[in-house]
């Protein structure tokens, strides 16, 4: 850093040395039109100005963070940082599992890492001018509605199109069947060998509260590595889906053309959070139901509370295995992102998102120590077991706990 203050000050007299300082020095956003600069001048100094800026975030960080942090661990969470932030794929797979880590420190690690990545982040949204630099889409529906067909599809085509698409799950369900059920790699083979996609499957452990942080703040570390689309799955037959609207911009519901008993495990919220409705399978036999069930939520979604000022929820009918509407669905995204972006719907979104993180994390913690805090933690099963047979009413055991704890506390 020494070096480059020296060489803007020796040379600051030159034109190209002028535009270079003014950057480095205020370091807030590069000059629009310096007409004696080319532009491949500019460019190349825009380049070291974001490079400048990186170093600068990483020593700023190490500094702030310099008394909780070992030297080894702070080694290593630059390396990690700067791996991460170059796109290399090790260390986003490395640095997502720090965060899904249930070890304290190296929760604190995966913190500090995060805040270097936010603050990387913030300065490459500066650059973008204030536009998020990543579309966030979840993806929901139910077992069999085609969702792992259809994001092998349409990764594939964007990422032919110059996209980088990560693909994230929502799955705490496979907390209790012991294996992840979404985001499998050996469900999008094509997908999950192209360099420019990255499949990450649900953490195995975990409850909601645990699953949809390590998924918020893995959308955070695949953007800090350059991935411009990401896409989070869920089953939609859960409370996952509400946890994930509250991660995204926009909200797919992907329903197969089936009938009211293969859809009835979806919960009516669930529709009404949907941006998009996407009938999956309209090709062949399915067509048929297919525009049956788009007709049937064409009407259902007019009866539904408006989200939004600027948009309306859309019924469409795509097929993954001839590719009709496919091309037509990325088209309405980007519509809605557009909308959203010019209305500043999106901006509020995404503030009022960072919010419901925030309480998340509180009530996930908080309820963690509740749990494991010595003057309840044995007495937690006997009085679930006593609440479970019917001698003791809920509401008399969660006041017994209560008390139990606010006495200790
Ligand atoms: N006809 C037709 N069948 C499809 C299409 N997309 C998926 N399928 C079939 O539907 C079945 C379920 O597809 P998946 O993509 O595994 O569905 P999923 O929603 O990921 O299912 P889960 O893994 O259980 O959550 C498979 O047998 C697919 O071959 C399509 O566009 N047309």
């Known amino acids: 850093m020494q070096g480059i ?8 007299a030159h034109p190209v040395s002028r535009y270079f300082t003014r950057n480095i020095v205020s370091l807030v956003k590069p000059a629009q039109s310096l007409g004696t600069v080319s532009e491949s001048c500019k460019r190349k100094t825009d380049s070291f100005i974001k490079l400048f800026r990186t170093r600068l975030c990483i020593s700023a960080v190490t500094h702030q963070d310099a008394d909780i942090l070992t030297e080894k661990e702070k080694r290593l969470l630059n390396n990690l940082y700067t791996g991460l932030i170059r796109g290399q794929r090790a260390c986003l797979a490395e640095a997502i599992t720090l965060v899904e880590s249930t070890h304290s420190r190296k929760r604190e690690m995966a913190q500090v890492l995060l805040h270097m990545v936010l603050s990387h ?3 490459q949204e500066k650059l973008n001018s204030g536009k998020p630099l990543a579309f966030r889409v979840g993806l929901s529906g139910p077992p069999g509605a085609g969702k792992s067909t259809f994001i092998e599809i349409f990764g594939k ?63 955070l570390l695949c953007e800090g590595s350059g991935y411009n689309i990401i896409l989070v799955e869920t089953v939609g037959v859960g409370q996952s889906e509400f946890a994930v609207a509250d991660m995204v911009d926009m909200f797919v519901l992907l329903l197969p053309p089936a009938g009211g008993d293969e859809l009835q495990g979806i919960k009516r919220g669930i529709v ?4 998009l409705v996407a009938v999956t399978k309209a090709d062949g036999d399915l067509l048929i139901p297919a525009r049956k069930i788009q007709a049937e939520y064409v ?11 600027t948009w309306k929820p859309q019924v469409m009918r795509i097929s993954a295995r001839t590719g009709e509407g496919i091309q037509e669905l990325w088209n309405k995204l980007l519509e809605f992102q557009s909308n959203m972006l010019t209305s500043g719907e999106l901006i509020g979104k995404r503030r009022s998102q960072q919010r419901v993180w925030m309480w998340n994390l509180i009530q996930e913690n ?3 120590y509740f749990r494991n805090h010595p003057a309840v933690k044995d007495q937690i099963p006997v009085l679930e077991e006593r609440v479970r047979t019917g001698t003791l009413s809920p509401g008399l055991a969660a006041d017994m706990l209560l008390k139990a704890f606010s006495k200790s506390s």
């Open 5 to 12: 203050t020296l060489c803007c000050i020796k040379t600051i």
């Open 121 to 123: 982040h913030r300065e």
């Open 157 to 219: 085509m964007l990422t032919e199109e110059g996209h980088k698409v990560a693909v994230l799950a929502v799955d705490p369900s496979s907390s209790t069947s012991g294996g992840s059920l979404l985001g499998d790699k050996t469900r999008m083979t094509e997908l999950s060998r192209d360099m420019n996609a990255y499949i990450r499957p649900s953490p195995t452990r975990g409850t909601l509260g645990g699953v949809t942080r390590t998924t918020n703040e893995a959308i």
């Open 272 to 275: 009404e959070m949907a941006d």
């Open 299 to 309: 009407s259902a979604l007019k009866l539904l509370r408006k989200r939004s000022r």
């Open 366 to 368: 908080v309820l963690l």
